[in-house]
């Protein structure tokens, strides 16, 4: 029998192939999961550099701007170098989250962090086909992540995977860390939406004027679709591609079921309307005090550490400065600038007739030409002198300064003359100050920030004789009497050079008492005085005052040669004002941290523990010298032309020689406040005194703001306080200020007028008539906004009359009142049924933001009430424990007393019976 021999068959080549393939595909994959682990746990030990830890994401803050409050709670600006702040979940409406999700991350509620679907997109375009810009697949965990920490590419080819690893890591941490909720607040506030502008809150405020927590839906997807390419689709610089983004994100919208496709196509058909509101640096008020206080800041956060010990940062640690200045009154003193400027500049340029406001000097205006920045950027530039030379009289277009409703005018002119005409503008600083306090209340550093960048509340100036009053404070401490009588000669004084200080007026003749020549600023008189309360005196009073710059120790200071501050100044008369003490003057009272925690807080003083600069009864009779200055004196014209019947006032003109700065610094029993009026170049100036004097330039100012202040309802107790004046004082300041003779002869009061030719009174005149033509417009426009609003009131009520009747009517005759006879048009009443549900939910959310902003403000008064309750227990109990201390030593003392009185009785006691011991032994021995 034969053997058979059975063969296996031969594979086929192809089988082989593809079992080679699979075998291959299958280690090639298990080498890619290796490698994708390898690098996974690479990137996770920080190997591509370290991650942050769970506590580091805990601690996680947003750079914020520091903001700057007034005392009455008004935000004034902001300081910051990424404009941005800080909102809580809560407080962010609904239709920005729906917006957010539904455009940036559809699967948000569903991942943890990483989306796999969208990543392995990623994976493929980004890694297999080399697309680095494919972009996608981030969440808004990992988005956040992006914003929070800057990318790194220095990984060649492998950048962008090892990114998207790191931010998948974190993300995930993320949010392991914080809930969803958490995740989004914070996200929206860490988004930038172009223009300097972070965070949702300050996007609402920038382009649309709301708070996140009430903007509308349309509004609501037009922001969230800016985070795309926030200056492509800027509703601002490109309306039309906003308008298509924003209509594409509430496609989106309704495609993920947060909006019905209705309501999202009646919402696509609104127009955009921004409503822009960019807070600069030169815009708002109290621009020239913010930026005094930023100055101040500064150094207070570098002087000042953190919990981390690191000092603060004013521009990203969202501190809330809250000031001193009431923004009311800062309102009144920047329309009293600007309306008294307007009229003093065109009165100026008359003046002038069209000639150089800086006369005859030849070198000013090379000098602002070389001064100006264009001149520099030319010279830097290495242009040639003559290059330069032409350049600025070549005329071009260009926005000039101008007293007008927009602030500027567009003129073609050259540089030289756009120079020229800017330095021609007269110029003004105006403070205003608590005298008890020292809190400053109003600040006006000049005209416009923008253009007259220099601050006249803290540039030194000739004061003129706003010096005087220290002069006499000072001869009345020394004891000469007020009504001491000082001949009104001329005199050379050998001794100072020949020197012969004049009267404005050139007037002489007769006798003036220390009082007269203060009311009548009699130069004459002053340089007298001083010389008899010696000037080194007088120069130790002004620093005991509060004045810090250096004063000559000259006589010739007693007409107001010393260059001293505003600032200064004012300081320096509340110590008049509230009865002879040193008042340092404050900018802010409290600073809180981003958490609210107060850091840092200013008290004024006590008077126990200021510095006494004047005694009670020299304070009082300064006062009542200052009083005559207003009623019989150089100040007279407050009683005449303003609206300040029966306020008490006190204070003081001057004016320096040509004119060249005029001043006035007056107070109330509740208020200081100080006026300069002046060239930015000392050559620029009125060449009459009629015109120039400080009574003319100054002095309107400080009345048309006192005017407001007192008749205004916000300010109703101001007025109830009076000055303090003792019946002795009075009767012995009861003397004539002028006599012939030299004695007292109230008969004959000299009439000290230095406006010969009567052109001041025409002026004075002329800005008083435009001054009442202003109150008169402002007066109508009151009424007419009045008017408009009953208007307004009565269409409302009719709207709301019509709507109660229709409610009372069937839903199909509603239809038909409202579709004229067309029951079927269903469509159009779900078009109205929307816009109706739209505006109820606008007024819903409106009163929502009211509500909270009302109890923001009612939460902010109760604090400030409990801190002010809890400064004031503080300081009694303070007063009180004092007390309580002195007693103590009074009692130890006396107790003391009494223990040295008793043992003194004892020894007495001791030595008499030692004594009576003594003599009964001596008579035994003797017998």
Known sequence: MSQTTITQPKPSPKKSILSRLFKYALIGIGLLILLFFLFYFAVLLGLFGRLPSTSELQAIRNPVASEIYSADNVLLGKFYMEDRSNVEYENISQDIINALVATEDSRFFEHGGVDTRSLLRVLVKSVLMGDGSSGGGSTISQQLVKNLYKRERNYGKLSIVVTKMK???????????????????????????????????????????????????????????????????????????STKRRNLVLQLMSKNGYISQGLADATKKKPLILKYNRVKEYDGIATYFRKELKNELKEWCANNTNANGDPYNLFTDGLKIYTTIDSKMQEMAEGAVAGHMSVLQEIFEQHLNGGSPWGGAKDVLDIAIKSSNRYKRLKESGASLEKIRSSFQKPIPMKLFAWNEEGSKEMTISPADSIKYMWGMLNAGFLAADPYTGHIKAWVGGIELRNFPEDRVVSKRQVGSTFKPFVYGTAISKGISPCKYYPNELYEYEKFDNWSPRNADNKYGGYYSMQGGLVNSVNTIAVQTILDAKVDNVVSLAKDLGIQNEIPQVPSIALGTAELTLEEMVGAYCSFANGGYQTPLLKWITIQDHNGKVIAKQEYQSYQKRKSALKADVSEMMVHMMEQVVNDGTARSLRSNYRLSGVPMAGKTGTTQNQTDGWFIGFTPSLVAGCWVGGSDRRVHFRSLSLGQGARTALPIWGLFMEDVYNAPAFEGIGSKQFLASNDIENNMNCSHFSYSGKNRSDDRYNDNPDKDGFGDVVLDAISEKLNKARQRAEEAKAKAKR????????????????????????????????????????????????????????????????????????????????????????????????????????????????????????????????????????????
């Open 167 to 241: 931010e998948a890591l974190i993300a995930r941490r993320l949010e392991r860390t914080y809930t969803k909720e958490d995740i989004l607040a914070l996200y929206l506030n860490t988004v930038p939406f172009g223009e300097r502008a972070f965070g949702i809150e300050t996007a609402c405020e920038r382009f649309f004027s709301v708070t996140p927590d009430s903007i509308s839906l349309e509004n609501a997807a037009t922001l969230v679709g800016m985070l795309k390419a926030p200056t492509y689709y800027s509703p601002r610089l490109n309306p039309e591609h």
């Open 788 to 927: 408009l609003k009953e208007e307004d009131k009565k269409r409302k009520e009719e709207k709301k009359r019509i709507k109660a009747l229709k409610k009372k009517k069937p839903a199909k005759e509603v239809i038909r009142d409202i579709f004229k006879g067309n029951p079927n048009n269903t469509k159009a009443a779900e078009e109205d049924r929307n816009k109706r549900k739209l505006e109820r939910e606008r007024k819903e959310q409106e009163q929502r933001r009211k509500e909270t902003e009302r109890k923001r403000v009612e939460e902010e008064k109760k604090r400030t009430e409990e801190l002010e309750k809890r400064r004031k227990k503080e300081e009694r109990k303070r007063v009180e424990d004092e007390k309580k201390r002195k007693r103590e030593v009074e009692n130890q003392q006396k107790q003391r007393e009494k223990e040295r009185k008793k043992e003194e009785k004892r020894l007495e006691k001791e030595r008499k019976k030692e004594e009576k011991r003594r003599k009964r032994e001596e008579k035994r021995r003797g017998r």
